[in-house]
């Protein structure tokens, strides 16, 4: 959450046959302005499935689905991207987290021409299970005639693992 922005998201991790696991989000967005963003991500982790790395990648879709407060400017967007988390210790507890996602306009669909979503977080594990960051985000929707930005403000938040 941010001064002027929330957003609530479920995480699960999926094994897929063949593939391997891969990390399923859907969430909900929602603004001071009314604009209300279904979000929902399938990322896949790169690299090996060591226990002993300190930098963890993946990458995936993020589809945006955006319904603007304004009437008759929703859109729906698929973003291709990724996150970066570089862990400052064997131990893992604390990290900063880069997150790079794009929807380009062969990929939005409605009044926007692209979607924009990128973050930077710094987070630490307060308890078993439980993390807590501070972190900037900016998510931008840009349409043909201006560029909407929803989110670009400093967030903080916490992750509860069941």
Not at 3 to 24: C, F, H, N, S, W
Not at 62 to 76: K, M, Q, S
Not at 102 to 127: C, E, H, M, S, W
């Amino acid at each position: 959450m941010s001064d002027k922005a929330l957003q609530m998201q479920y995480v699960r991790e999926l094994r897929i046959e063949d593939i391997g696991p891969i990390e399923a989000r859907a969430g909900v967005f929602y603004n001071e302005q009314r604009d209300l963003v279904a979000i929902v991500d399938g990322l896949m982790y790169l690299g090996d499935q060591g226990d002993r790395r300190e930098i963890e990648l993946s990458v995936g879709t993020r589809i945006f689905g955006a319904f603007l407060n304004t009437e008759n400017e929703d859109t729906l967007g698929v973003g291709i991207g990724g996150e970066a988390e570089w862990f400052f210790n064997q131990r893992r507890r604390s990290s900063l987290k880069l997150s790079l996602f794009y929807a380009p306009d062969i990929l939005t669909f409605g009044i926007a021409d692209n979607v924009k979503d990128y973050g930077l977080r710094l987070q630490t594990r307060i308890r078993e299970k439980t993390n807590v960051f501070i972190g900037y985000r900016s998510l931008e929707i840009d349409t043909h005639t201006t560029s909407r930005k929803l989110d670009d403000r400093v967030n903080i938040g916490f992750r509860r693992t069941f």
